[in-house]
């Protein structure tokens, strides 16, 4: 069974569209990231989720907004996509917040 | 603010000892985690040091000083599949407070 899945795992869009990249986990943990990834491989982090509390990071553009409906779920919702969006982007989860991250396959991410 | 050094790429021969270092100066220190990635692929989990010292799981071994700000991950008996890259993320604390440096691709010769 996977652990934590994403999809879809390519996406593809012009700039200026809408898109939502879907995670999930049954690994029963309580907390839930998204990395992005770009094309120096440099991982970094965009949000973190702790059952009800989002932490948001301050460098992360308000164009990306996470949404999570249950504890099992954290989607990214990014509006407006431009170029420099273009990365991998990575759902993890932990049990709790320092412990280890299982991420899932990725999502790449190309805008045109 | 965070900072996290670990060399860019290496290249060891099959059968060989690698060490891969990692320096960090960070607001806070919980402990230092390393994560390997194989093109692409996701991290996976290699090891969590909170203590100083040495900690060996089967070929591979992280050490950590706190007070040095130090850390690094050694892999014995090297196997082609262990190119890949390495990741050494620090754990500063607080919410979300893991980050990660920018990893250390590791060629594996025969």
């Known amino acids: 069974d996977t652990a934590v899945s994403q999809t879809p795992k390519y996406l593809v869009t012009q700039m200026g569209n809408d898109k939502s990249i879907k995670c999930e986990q049954n690994l029963g943990h309580d907390t839930m990231y998204w990395y992005k990834q770009d094309s120096k491989k440099f991982l970094k982090i965009m949000f973190s989720?702790?059952?009800?509390?989002?932490?948001i990071n301050e460098t992360v553009p308000n164009r990306f907004s996470p949404k999570s409906p249950d504890k099992a779920h954290l989607n990214l919702h990014i509006n407006s996509l431009e170029l420099g969006d273009s990365a991998v982007y990575f759902c993890a989860s932990s049990q709790r917040q320092t412990y280890e991250q299982y991420f899932g396959p990725g999502t790449r991410l190309t805008v045109t | 603010g965070q900072n996290i050094d670990q060399p860019t790429e290496m290249t060891a021969t099959e059968g060989a000892i690698v060490q891969i270092n990692c320096t960090y100066q960070?607001?806070?220190?919980?402990?230092l985690f390393w994560y390997q990635q194989h093109a692409g692929e996701a991290p996976t989990f290699l090891s969590y040091?909170?203590?100083?010292g040495l900690e060996e799981k089967g070929r591979f071994s992280s050490f950590l000083s706190r007070s040095k700000g130090y850390s690094y991950l050694l892999l014995k008996e090297l196997q082609m599949k262990d190119s890949a890259s390495y990741l050494c993320?620090?754990?500063?604390?607080?919410?979300?407070?893991?980050?990660f440096g920018i990893g250390t691709k590791l060629q594996v010769i025969p």
């Open positions: 040091n909170v203590l100083d």
């Open positions: 993320a620090v754990d500063s604390g607080g919410y979300q407070k893991v980050t």
């Open positions: 960070t607001s806070g220190f919980n402990g």
């Open positions: 989720y702790n059952n009800k509390e989002l932490i």
